[in-house]
């Protein structure tokens, strides 16, 4: 596999995932609100929410040398459960260069990284009819949170990689890691779909002693009612603060432009969010 040296991206280098308030992907199915499953640097068997699927196992500490400068191999779903364009059932080679390595958003220095990995596969042809020197290109990308393990070396944690081709669902995928007021850390993945600027949310906790929890966005069920059906185009939840907007639609109102904002004030209360407050305001 070749490997290249990274490229640093000035400013937040998730393609303005983070900008986008309104999210047109909200109800989409990495949304379903599931029942909380806890993880100890591992996957466990049966349904687990988007995030979940990217806890990485226990995997020894490497250097950050080695992390800021190659592709690390994790675990991910074989190639026909994550590849949505043709592609054969033989793999001829992979490549992969880092595109960025830099602390995530939220992030307290020196304790998080966030990389960037761009894959190019070249797979045998789907089509037998094309002749046996045909080829398919698949692309992904693949974002990798590591944490500081002590003097220069660090862990991957988290990760998803995702197809970025022709057929592809998700545009980019972002990580934001803050510490709460217990200890813990909470995750956010923010979803960004392919194509329409909509984007989904979802959020882990890391408790004290290594678990990883889903958290429950018990919040839209304690809403007045009728404003989650308002709720057209998704939210946006700051995990350090635990504010979010969300565009507050209308009977009249077009899709492009709803005529209120919803803002809601959340609480972390085990893993759960919490409604605290909501009011709505005129869209700016």
């Known amino acids: 596999m070749d490997v290249h040296r990274v490229i640093h991206m000035p400013g937040s280098f998730w393609n303005n995932a983070l900008a ?70 033989s793999l001829i080679s992979s490549r992969c260069e880092v595109i960025a390595y830099q602390a995530p958003e939220g992030a307290r220095s020196g304790e998080w990284i966030a990389a960037r990995y761009r894959w190019k596969s070249i797979f045998t042809a789907s089509d037998s009819t094309r002749g046996a020197a045909a080829r398919d290109t698949a692309t992904e990308e693949e974002v990798v949170l590591f ?89 946006r939840i700051e995990p350090a603060t635990l504010t979010g907007e969300a565009g507050f639609y209308g009977d009249q109102d077009p899709n492009c432009c709803p005529s209120q904002v919803l803002k809601v004030n959340l609480a972390l209360r085990g893993d759960s969010l919490l409604l605290i407050g909501q009011k709505v305001v005129a869209a700016p």
């Open 20 to 89: 986008v308030v309104f999210c047109s992907a909200f109800f989409s199915p990495v949304w379903q609100l599931r029942a909380q499953r806890p993880v100890l640097e591992s996957l466990q068997d049966g349904p687990a929410s988007e995030a979940l699927h990217g806890v990485v196992p226990m995997m020894p500490a490497i250097s950050a040398a080695r992390a800021h400068n190659e592709c690390i191999q994790l675990p991910a779903p074989p190639p026909d459960d994550r590849l949505l364009g043709p592609h054969g059932g």
């Open 147 to 235: 944490q500081t393990a002590g003097g220069s070396n660090v862990r991957p944690v988290w990760h998803a990689r995702f197809d970025t081709g022709e057929y592809a669902i998700w545009r980019s995928i972002t990580p934001e890691i803050t510490r709460t007021r217990q200890g813990t850390m909470l995750l956010s993945a923010m979803y960004g779909v392919n194509g329409t600027g909509g984007c989904s949310q979802e959020f882990l906790q890391r408790h004290l002693d290594g678990h990883w929890f889903e958290i429950k966005q018990a919040w839209l069920d304690q809403l007045p009612p009728g404003f989650k059906g308002r709720i057209r185009h998704g939210v």
